[in-house]
């Protein structure tokens, strides 16, 4: 089964969870980077990209590297801003189309509701469910055990469905 985990982090949560993920699958990796990124001030960051996302901004990427044809399973991560996915993903999800690919989802988020961005996800890629999903609430600040335990159940979810 070859994977691709497709993120965008700004303060480090999401690309945790991606980078581990990828080492339990084997998996490729590939970071989003926004040309002009975020601003990470603790006001700052949440003024700039909760209006981005408001205005449903697609913000110019770095160049990358992406055949989804090498790729059996794409996973899409992403932090939850303003109750949806980031507009890097929305870049991202833009320009390349996933039709009928399997598609896995992770969130990292502070603990709001995640069911917009879930929900939004699967109209953008057009998939009718998620091959295996998992939120995760800061992850840099909880206890590495319970990380790694959702972690193996998001891993044993996707394998389930693959054999
Ligand atoms: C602009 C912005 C908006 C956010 N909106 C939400 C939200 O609606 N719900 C929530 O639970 N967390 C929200 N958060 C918190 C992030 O989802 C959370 O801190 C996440 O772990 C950050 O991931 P990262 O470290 O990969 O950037 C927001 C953070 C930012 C910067």
């Known amino acids: 089964m070859r994977t691709i985990i497709i993120y965008y982090s700004l303060d480090g949560n999401t690309e945790f969870i991606a980078r581990k993920v ?4 084997n998996a490729s990796l590939l970071k989003l980077e926004p040309e002009k990124e975020y601003p990470k001030g603790s006001v700052s960051k949440y003024v700039w990209g909760g209006k ?3 205005f449903g901004e697609k913000p110019r990427l770095k160049p990358y590297k992406f055949q989804k044809e090498m790729y059996d399973v794409i996973i899409l ?11 890097p993903i929305r870049s991202f999800l833009t320009t390349n189309d996933l ?4 598609i ?3 969130s990292c988020s502070a603990g709001g509701d ?3 961005c879930r929900q939004q996800m699967l109209e953008l890629t057009k998939a009718s469910a998620f091959v295996a999903e998992m939120n995760l609430i800061e992850p840099l600040k909880m206890d590495v055990n319970i990380v790694d335990n959702q972690i193996s159940e998001f891993c044993t979810k996707l394998y389930g469905n693959f054999g």
């Open 22 to 25: 990828a080492q339990d699958l």
């Open 52 to 54: 981005s996302v408001v």
């Open 77 to 87: 991560a992403t932090p939850i801003w303003a109750s949806s996915f980031t507009p």
């Open 99 to 102: 039709i009928n690919k399997k």
């Open 104 to 106: 896995g989802l992770i």
């Open 114 to 116: 995640t069911q917009k």
